[in-house]
């Protein structure tokens, strides 16, 4: 079996964000750094600030200004 890097994506995501990490570089990271980026996505960019989006929700830091 294949790993679900969309799991690995939204844990990186949400640590980086804890430690304060600016959302843009955060986004970098997921557009680079992932396995096989964009691999099935459709709009890999929704994908990024989806995933942005929810990592705040779970993260126990002070919400980051996203970018748009």
Known sequence: PSPDWSIADAWV????????????????????????????????????????RRATLFSRARPPRLPD
């Open 13 to 52: 995501t949400r640590d980086l964000l804890a430690t304060g990490t600016d959302p843009a570089l955060v986004a970098a990271v997921l557009r680079y750094g992932s396995p096989g980026f964009p691999r099935h996505h459709a709009d890999p960019e929704d994908y990024v600030r989806r995933t942005l």
